[in-house]
């Protein structure tokens, strides 16, 4: 064979060779890159779904923004008076001694007795949005075990109406998860929680 086409043969396999090495390191680096945005895209979106999660978790706990009735007559009523008196003086030691729960439970019923305070929350938007947790902690694993304490937390204060089956439907999806193996989702932490 002449040495020119040999040199010629060499010379392309070897420059065909490089070419390929080089669309291969960057199909590589572009393929992390990629997967690096996808992490980023689903860390932001999942905490967006928290955020969401958290305040569908206040609604469902009917702790809405409580709005002061506007009105002179709360003005005569913390003027003068015993309630401004007893009121004072039961604020005043929750400020300088330790905070006793039962006396500001009392103060929470009388403001909301006298309708000082208005809630914001309804009964319908506290269900729904109960729900809503409920269908989100079955929807995402990440979800699932606050959902679940939620529910059973909600449920002493107020009954859920279908709590028994999904109390068990969202032990079932715990129960899953942990059997679950989740070879390329270990950024998740339910699967540090699933390890331990």
């Keep these: 064979m002449d040495p ?8 392309g396999s070897a420059t ?4 390929v090495l080089v669309a291969i390191f960057q199909f590589i680096g572009k393929w992390r890159e990629e997967r690096r945005l996808a992490r980023i895209a689903a860390s932001e979106a999942d905490a967006r779904l928290a ?44 400020v300088s001694g330790p905070i006793d729960g ?16 208005v809630p914001t929350v309804g009964g319908a938007e506290q269900e729904a949005a109960m729900q809503a947790v409920i269908a989100l902690g079955l929807q995402h694993s990440f979800l699932t075990y606050a959902a679940l304490t939620r529910l059973r937390d909600r449920n002493k204060l107020k009954p859920v109406w279908n709590f028994i089956e999904v109390e068990k439907a969202l032990q079932a999806r715990l129960k899953f998860d942990a059997r679950k193996v989740r ?13 331990g």
């Design 16 to 19: 065909i060779s490089a070419a």
């Design 102 to 117: 039962a006396a500001m439970l009392r103060v929470d019923q009388v403001l909301d007795a006298v309708q000082i305070r």
């Design 51 to 94: 955020t969401s999660f958290v305040q569908l978790m206040s609604r469902a706990h009917a702790r809405g923004d409580p709005v002061v009735s506007d009105g002179s007559h709360l003005e005569v009523l913390f003027q003068t008076g015993i309630l401004a008196d007893q009121m004072r003086a039961l604020l005043a030691a929750q």
């Design 4 to 11: 020119k086409i040999t040199t010629a043969i060499v010379t």
């Design 183 to 195: 070879l390329s989702r270990q950024d998740r932490p339910s699967y540090w929680f699933a390890r």
